[in-house]
C-alpha cells in the first residue's frame, strides 16, 4: 500500500504549506510516521517524525517553524511549514517505519515525494 503526499508546491521565503500523506488504501495500522526532504546534490535527510502515541522529533534546521501531526484515524501525517527559507527547497518524502495490513506487515515505506519550492 503506498503512501501518497500532497501539498507541495511554489512558495516565496516567508511564505508557508502543509503538506499531507495518507496510505492510498485500507490498512490495519501504521507506526511512526514522518517526512524526510531531499534537496539537489544532497543526501535525504528527516526533517520531522511522531510516533503513534504523538511524540515528535525535529531536525534543528526547522524547529520552531515547521509542525507536524498525525490523524490516527485517517493514518494521516501532516507538516505545516512556516516562515519558509530558500534552502527548504527539496522533494519531501512521506515514511512510516511499518505499517500492517491484516497480517501483512510491511517495514520502510516511502511516498514518492513531492517538491517544494522556495523562491522570490
Known amino acids: 500500500v503506498p503512501l501518497v503526499e500532497s501539498g507541495g508546491g511554489l512558495v516565496q521565503p516567508g511564505g508557508s504549506l502543509r503538506l499531507s500523506c495518507a496510505p492510498s488504501?485500507?490498512?490495519?495500522?501504521?507506526?511512526?510516521m514522518g517526512w524526510y526532504r531531499q534537496a539537489p546534490g544532497k543526501q535525504r535527510e528527516l526533517v520531522a517524525d511522531i510516533s503513534t502515541e504523538g511524540s515528535t522529533n525535529y531536525a534543528d534546521s526547522v524547529k520552531g517553524r515547521f509542525t507536524i501531526s498525525r490523524d490516527n484515524a485517517k493514518s494521516a501525517v501532516y507538516l505545516r511549514m512556516d516562515s519558509l527559507k530558500l534552502e527548504d527547497t527539496a522533494v519531501y518524502y512521506c515514511y512510516t517505519d511499518r505499517l500492517r495490513v491484516g497480517y501483512e506487515i510491511y517495514y520502510d515505506r516511502w511516498g514518492q515525494g513531492t517538491q517544494v519550492t522556495v523562491s522570490s
Open positions: 488504501g485500507s490498512i490495519t495500522s501504521i507506526n511512526t
